[in-house]
DNA sequence: GATATAATTTAGTCATGCCTAAATTAATTT
DNA sequence: AAATTAATTTAGGCATGACTAAATTATATC
């Protein structure tokens, strides 16, 4: 069994490495709170594993080993984060913190109970797709919400979900993976979104949204509307 | 927050002092499956915090802070235990391994959203009473299945938790906590019990167990009935 | 009461996984 | 091409929590 920090490291590198190919040490460390030096040491444990592919000064990638291990604990993060939701009741913007913890720690025979339990779910409360059992990833096609234009509608597709503040912010306005919405004005100047919601009696309520926010919005099904 | 090992030590130290107040740095190493140096250590670290009274040489016992903690962790075990069992099906003989895990891991709004779904339960699948959340516990009082005479009957109170092999065994009987039984015989020289589990169709199942298994079984509500 | 035995503590190591500071290498400017 | 700047690695430390071997203390035996 790999250690929790380095499974961490190897979950870190995978989503860092899909967007954006080889990954460099400083960004890894940023991304995990970590000094720089911290993660060279680490990286050579994890070459002598043959979990990466590491070059001095060259970045680093997975190799297929340490891809299924990312991929293992991301599947139990996600489902951890569904089942919690739903089994528990456990708020949309603490499942996060608390899967982080759980991840490393629960056997095949609970993650397979989880799953049968959420009826063999694709996705978690934010929206990212669960990898399968096998660890295949079904990653749906979306867009930053920033590209979006005015008039045109879509649904979100997936939020980021390491911010509580920011959850409890979209929850504010019902603005989950699923819900459709319209974008009815954006301001200059990379100014605010104003968007239309659509709910369920028709009414269609209206939010204001900020643009550190709509960068952490993903959407997707983009259609150009009429505007009303 | 203390490390997962300190947590270890004081649960451990609790369930050992419970019968037999003071407890032998051996005693608890080999309790822990640790060598009785490093218990040592441990146990002066453990003294700084204030987590436990230890004079060289005279054995160690919990302090207030320090049982509070013990039952604490006592509490996420059995409720982990618990919860498995009921919500996700994870069977009798490894819920033990899995809690013990988890126990140090979960949140206290994971705690109580877990008792509440159980509806506040007061023992754990291996009849273990679980600490409320002000750490008070309930402790029933019972008897070593050994102590039992011919033709006494009784009930399961508890049962050891630690060995799979053995809840098993215990399983393919029926005999959980709250099962009923008679002992027809006991064979002479510490030889095997016999006993009758009784039944929902009051046909009572003939079983015979070992010396070795009855040390691990407790029984309550011990009457003396009449031989058939 | 001296001596043997058992339990416990001390001393010195090792592996993890983090840190800071200094040295090295790579990339950018001029 | 040389010099500056940025990224990365090396070197040396620290805290945890385990280990073994040796020293110490307590208990049992004669
Ligand atoms: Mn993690
Ligand atoms: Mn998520
Ligand atoms: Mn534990
Ligand atoms: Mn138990």
Chains 1, 2 share one sequence.
């Not at 295949?136 to 920033?146: L, S």
Request: with cysteine; net charge negative.
């Amino acid at each position: 069994m790999l250690t929790q920090a380095a499974e961490d490291y190897l979950k870190s590198i995978y989503k860092l490495q899909e967007k954006g190919g080889k990954v460099s040490t400083g960004v890894l460390a940023q991304y995990l709170n970590v000094k720089p030096a911290s993660v060279t040491g680490m990286l050579k444990k994890l070459k002598t594993m043959n979990l990466v592919n590491h070059e001095r000064y060259q970045g680093v990638t997975l190799t297929s080993a340490g891809k299924a291990i990312a991929l293992e604990i991301i599947r139990h993060h996600r489902l951890l984060e569904l089942y919690l939701f739903r089994a528990l009741g456990v708020p949309w913007d603490s499942v996060h913190e608390e899967a982080e913890k759980l991840e490393h720690v629960i056997s095949e025979d609970v993650e397979a109970r989880m799953d049968e339990f959420l009826g063999y779910p694709t996705t978690d409360p934010h929206g990212a797709p669960i990898p399968d059992k096998n660890g295949v990833v079904t990653q749906k096609a979306y867009f930053q919400m920033t590209t979006l234009h005015k008039g045109q509608s879509c649904v979100v597709a997936e939020v980021s979900d390491t911010d509580p503040a920011l959850l409890r912010h979209l929850a504010s306005f019902n603005l989950y993976p699923g819900t459709a919405f319209r974008v009815l004005d954006i301001a200059p100047f990379e100014g605010p979104f104003t968007i239309e919601i659509a709910t369920e009696n028709e009414e269609g309520q209206q939010a204001i949204l900020g643009r550190e926010v709509t960068k952490h919005i993903f959407v997707a099904d983009v259609q150009d509307t009429e505007p009303t």
